[in-house]
Protein backbone atom coordinates (compact mmCIF):
# COMPACT_ATOMS: atom_id res chain seq x y z
CA UNK A 1 0.00 0.00 0.00
CA UNK A 2 0.99 3.83 -0.82
CA UNK A 3 -0.15 6.71 0.72
CA UNK A 4 -0.03 10.15 0.16
CA UNK A 5 -0.62 12.98 2.59
CA UNK A 6 -0.49 16.55 1.68
CA UNK A 7 -0.31 19.29 4.99
CA UNK A 8 -0.36 23.21 4.53
CA UNK A 9 -3.76 24.48 3.32
CA UNK A 10 -5.38 26.93 4.62
CA UNK A 11 -6.87 30.45 4.28
CA UNK A 12 -4.76 33.14 3.29
CA UNK A 13 -5.05 37.27 2.06
CA UNK A 14 -4.65 37.90 -1.52
CA UNK A 15 -0.86 38.54 -1.77
CA UNK A 16 -0.18 35.98 0.67
CA UNK A 17 2.07 32.77 0.50
CA UNK A 18 1.69 29.26 1.70
CA UNK A 19 4.01 26.20 1.64
CA UNK A 20 2.41 22.75 0.76
CA UNK A 21 4.04 19.30 1.78
CA UNK A 22 3.28 15.75 0.55
CA UNK A 23 4.87 12.55 2.17
CA UNK A 24 4.33 9.13 0.36
CA UNK A 25 4.60 6.13 2.29
CA UNK A 26 4.04 2.55 2.45
CA UNK A 27 6.15 0.31 0.16
CA UNK A 28 7.90 2.38 -2.74
CA UNK A 29 10.75 1.10 -4.79
CA UNK A 30 11.23 4.19 -6.62
CA UNK A 31 9.22 7.51 -7.39
CA UNK A 32 9.84 8.73 -11.07
CA UNK A 33 7.30 11.45 -10.98
CA UNK A 34 5.64 14.02 -8.52
CA UNK A 35 3.63 16.94 -8.95
CA UNK A 36 0.64 19.50 -7.72
CA UNK A 37 -2.54 19.46 -9.22
CA UNK A 38 -5.40 21.59 -8.20
CA UNK A 39 -9.37 21.71 -8.72
CA UNK A 40 -11.36 24.70 -7.91
CA UNK A 41 -15.72 24.69 -7.74
CA UNK A 42 -16.88 23.66 -10.99
CA UNK A 43 -13.63 23.17 -13.27
CA UNK A 44 -11.87 20.27 -14.24
CA UNK A 45 -8.66 19.21 -12.18
CA UNK A 46 -5.38 20.75 -13.77
CA UNK A 47 -2.13 20.32 -13.20
CA UNK A 48 0.42 22.68 -11.68
CA UNK A 49 3.22 21.81 -11.25
CA UNK A 50 5.49 18.64 -12.01
CA UNK A 51 8.96 17.56 -11.01
CA UNK A 52 10.82 14.72 -12.12
CA UNK A 53 13.50 12.73 -10.12
CA UNK A 54 15.29 13.75 -13.38
CA UNK A 55 15.31 17.40 -13.15
CA UNK A 56 12.65 18.55 -15.32
CA UNK A 57 10.38 20.94 -14.67
CA UNK A 58 6.99 21.84 -15.61
CA UNK A 59 4.81 24.87 -14.44
CA UNK A 60 1.12 26.14 -15.64
CA UNK A 61 1.48 28.99 -17.42
CA UNK A 62 -0.65 30.63 -14.40
CA UNK A 63 1.57 30.06 -11.94
CA UNK A 64 4.61 30.21 -13.91
CA UNK A 65 7.18 32.74 -11.22
CA UNK A 66 4.25 32.54 -8.24
CA UNK A 67 4.74 28.95 -7.83
CA UNK A 68 8.17 26.79 -7.00
CA UNK A 69 8.19 22.59 -6.71
CA UNK A 70 10.54 21.00 -5.20
CA UNK A 71 11.26 17.57 -3.95
CA UNK A 72 13.34 15.35 -1.00
CA UNK A 73 13.62 12.14 -2.85
CA UNK A 74 15.94 10.22 -0.14
CA UNK A 75 12.49 11.12 2.11
CA UNK A 76 9.31 10.83 -0.86
CA UNK A 77 8.26 14.13 0.17
CA UNK A 78 8.09 17.38 -2.21
CA UNK A 79 6.73 20.64 -1.68
CA UNK A 80 4.94 23.38 -3.40
CA UNK A 81 5.71 27.15 -2.37
CA UNK A 82 3.19 29.58 -3.37
CA UNK A 83 3.83 33.20 -3.66
CA UNK A 84 2.17 36.22 -4.42
CA UNK A 85 -1.42 33.85 -4.08
CA UNK A 86 -4.56 35.47 -5.42
CA UNK A 87 -8.37 34.22 -5.59
CA UNK A 88 -8.33 32.50 -8.68
CA UNK A 89 -5.51 29.93 -6.78
CA UNK A 90 -8.84 29.35 -4.62
CA UNK A 91 -9.08 25.34 -5.31
CA UNK A 92 -8.23 22.09 -3.39
CA UNK A 93 -4.76 20.80 -4.15
CA UNK A 94 -3.87 17.36 -4.88
CA UNK A 95 -0.28 15.94 -4.90
CA UNK A 96 0.40 12.80 -7.39
CA UNK A 97 3.26 10.48 -7.73
CA UNK A 98 4.04 8.11 -10.58
CA UNK A 99 5.44 5.34 -9.13
CA UNK A 100 6.75 1.77 -8.54
CA UNK A 101 6.17 -0.55 -5.55
CA UNK A 102 8.61 -2.81 -6.62
CA UNK A 103 11.63 -3.82 -9.05
CA UNK A 104 9.63 -5.47 -11.11
CA UNK A 105 6.26 -3.77 -10.41
CA UNK A 106 4.68 -1.41 -12.81
CA UNK A 107 4.69 2.59 -12.49
CA UNK A 108 1.11 4.10 -11.04
CA UNK A 109 0.23 6.82 -10.23
CA UNK A 110 -1.14 7.68 -6.65
CA UNK A 111 -3.00 10.68 -5.19
CA UNK A 112 -3.52 12.21 -2.27
CA UNK A 113 -6.42 13.03 -0.65
CA UNK A 114 -6.21 17.15 -1.57
CA UNK A 115 -5.94 20.14 1.10
CA UNK A 116 -7.55 22.94 1.33
CA UNK A 117 -6.19 26.20 -0.55
CA UNK A 118 -8.48 29.64 0.00
CA UNK A 119 -7.16 33.16 -1.05
CA UNK A 120 -10.03 35.61 0.05
CA UNK A 121 -9.91 38.75 1.78
Known amino acids: QVQLVESGGGLVQPGGSLRLSCVAS????????MAWYRQAPGKERESVAI???????YYADSVKGRFTISGDSARNTWYLQMNNLNPEDTAVYYCSADLAQTYESSWRRYWGQGTQVTVSS
Open 51 to 57: ITTGGSL
Open 26 to 33: GTIFKINT
